[in-house]
Every structure is written in C-alpha cells, then in structure tokens.
C-alpha cells in the first residue's frame, strides 16, 4: 500500500489484531465490540474526519462463535444505521454452509459471493423492498414535476396573455387622452389639402391654364395626405392587438414619431418640450410600438405632473446617448413637483398610484416591457425640481425575450 508508513504515524489508518479486538480474554464480547467501533468513530469525527471506514477478516470465526456474530453484526447495523461508517466483512465461505450464508445475507442489506468464478449480489428481503419502495417514490416525483410543469407553462402563457391584454388597453386609454393632439395633428395636413387643392382649381380654372403652378400645388396636396396618413399609420400601429417583434430600428426615429402624436397636448399645458438625441446610435433590436408605448406613457406622465404647477417653468427634456454598458440610454426629465420619498420606492408596483383617477398599472407596464428588452427602468430625483425617469436598453442583441406585453 504506498505511503502505508504515513497513514500509520499520523493514525489516519490503524490495523488492530483480532484477538485483541474482538476476542480479548479468548471470548469474543457483542457489547464491548460494538462500543468499541462507537469510539472509534467519535474519535474519528473528533479530528475531523468525515466518517470512518472498516474492513474486518472473519477467517477466526469458529462454528461456536458464529450465532454471537450474527447476532453482533445485527446489533451493529442498527447501532451504526445513522452514522458516517462504511463497513466491509470478508467471511471464509469455505468453512460455511448454506444456513451461515443466509445468516451473513439476514444480517447485511447484501452480500457479495463468488460462483463458478463470477461475484453475484445477494440483497436481503428487506433492501430490495426499500429499492423497488424509492424507484417507485422517483416515478412518482417525477410524474408531478411533468403535471407541474405543464401547469406553470399553462399559467404563464396566461399570464403573458393578461400581460398582453392590459398592455393594449393602456394604450387604447393613451390614445384616448390623446384625442385632441391626434386631432390636431391630422386636421393640420387635411387643411393643407383642402388649400392646395383649391389653389390647384383656380390655375386650372384660368383662361391660360398653369398647369406648373397646379401640379406645384397637387405636389403639396400628396404631401400633406402622406403626412395625415402617416399619423393615422402609428396610430393604428399603437393601438392594434399585433405579437410581439424583434425588429431592428433607429430609437430617435422613434421618439420623434411620440414627440409628434404628444406636441399638442403639450402646447395646450404650456409644456415645452426640448430633445437632446445623440447621433450615430446603433439600432435597437425589438417591439417598436411597446417601447414607444414606454415613451408615451413617460411624456404623458411628465405633462400631466407639471400641468398642476402653479408657478415656473414647464419644460420637457427627452434624451438619449450611449449608455456605460454598450447599450441606449433614454432620458424623460421633467420640470414638475418631482417625488416624494414615500412613493419613489413603490412607483412600478401594479395599482400603485398618486392620480385620484388612476388606475396604477402605466409604470407597471413600462417596466415589464423595458426588462423583457433586457433592460432596466428607475427614476431619479435631481438637484433641482422636476422628476427624471430612465431606461436602457441593449443594442445590437439578437433579439430581446419579449411576452406579450
């Protein structure tokens, strides 16, 4: 054995004679054996071992001393049933017939015999029962885990459905606060149809028609129609029931598409509303509409906060730049009463809310999208009045986990 001298002199392992183990004084003693391994182990643990580990050879064991042994192996399994030792008994088989065997397998959950050159294992009754009783205890657990599994895919395919749900009603409810500026918004372009095609009547209507200044005047007119009918196109795209997307798209682009729908209603509150848009900002890989369902719920929030201020300034800042980490930081500062330290904690859970007619669920929402873009939402106070909300977002990902929301 290498390095026997070793584990002898720092006594990691020790031999002990049989007859001064198990047969001192001649006789071989069931209390005093099973004692003894008791120590042995205390002392083991006592030095910070794990356990212990014993291998006996019972070549002594006579015809007369072997009921006492069976009887002592019994014992000492129930002794050391719980305790951190591994056991090892070599019987002679040669001086055994078949009722010593089946006593060496009564008293062992197995055994180990050789015959006709191969090892066979022999368990007890007992053992094998315990092993059919734990195949079937796995069976069964791993049965629930299928059935609850398939319970949580079920419940959060709910919930991403509920997600979804809400998320569309929010913006339903936005647009509806935002009825005015859309209307404003596509009355402008519509009058200019109206003019353009008016003036286009009266150079056709001249004796010497001005066919230059008319097609001038019909060039206005697409124009103006391209315009109403592009604030009609995100319009629909905002509030329509549509899947997710993972598109690739210009964050400023999308901001300015807010900015225009909002522009009323924040001219009409006194807000001015400033931008500060960093140029050559890689693209954003994700849901369009939901992140500028962010953005217009944040604006929306920030003019309604400073339309209650009675005195100073009411201005907007909306900004975006190249964040710490790689990604896109978007800014929405305000010029209101800013928050307090009671709510700032407590601003994204659902049905929180400081409106008298809120409903609690806007930041809510906005955080779930922004974290399942893989980014992160949290508002600020800065040194001065007004509040400052936040949001990043990773650019250049393959593409965000978005749910329904």
Known sequence: MPDLDRYMADSSLEI???????????????????????????????RGYAGARVTGDMVWLQKKDWKHFCEYEEGLNAALADQPMAVLCTYPLARCGALEILDVVRTHQFALARRDGNWDIIETAGLKQAKAEIERLNAELEQRVVERTSQL????????????????????????????????????????????????????????????????????MVRDANRAAAVIGRIRELIKKAPPRKDGFAINEAIGEV????????????????????????????????????????????IEAMSGAAQGPRALLIGTRNDDLGGILVTIRDSGPGLNSESIDRLFDPFYTTKPDGLGMGLSICRSIV???????????????GATFQFNLPSGSPGPKLSGT
């Open 153 to 220: 895919m079920l419940a959060s395919e709910a919930l991403r459905e509920a997600e979804a749900e809400l998320a569309h009603v929010n913006r339903v409810a936005t647009m509806g606060q935002l009825t005015a500026s859309i209307a404003h918004e596509v009355s402008q372009p519509i009058a200019g149809v109206l003019a353009s095609g008016g003036a286009a009547l009266r150079w056709l209507d001249h004796e010497t028609p001005d066919t230059t200044a008319a097609r001038r005047s019909i060039e206005r």
């Open 16 to 46: 002990v004679p049989v007859r001064d183990w198990y047969l001192q004084g001649g006789t071989f003693d069931l209390k005093r054996v099973t004692a003894g391994w008791c120590e042995k182990l205390a002392h083991a643990s006592a």
């Open 371 to 385: 974290e399942a873009h893989g980014g992160r939402i949290w508002p600020s106070r800065g040194t001065g009045p």
């Open 259 to 302: 900015i225009v729908l909002t522009r009323s209603e924040a001219l009409k509150n006194g807000v001015s509303v400033e931008t500060q848009l960093a140029a050559g900002l890689p693209p954003v890989r994700g849901d369009r509409v939901r992140l500028q369902q962010v953005i217009v719920n944040l604006i929306m929030n920030a």
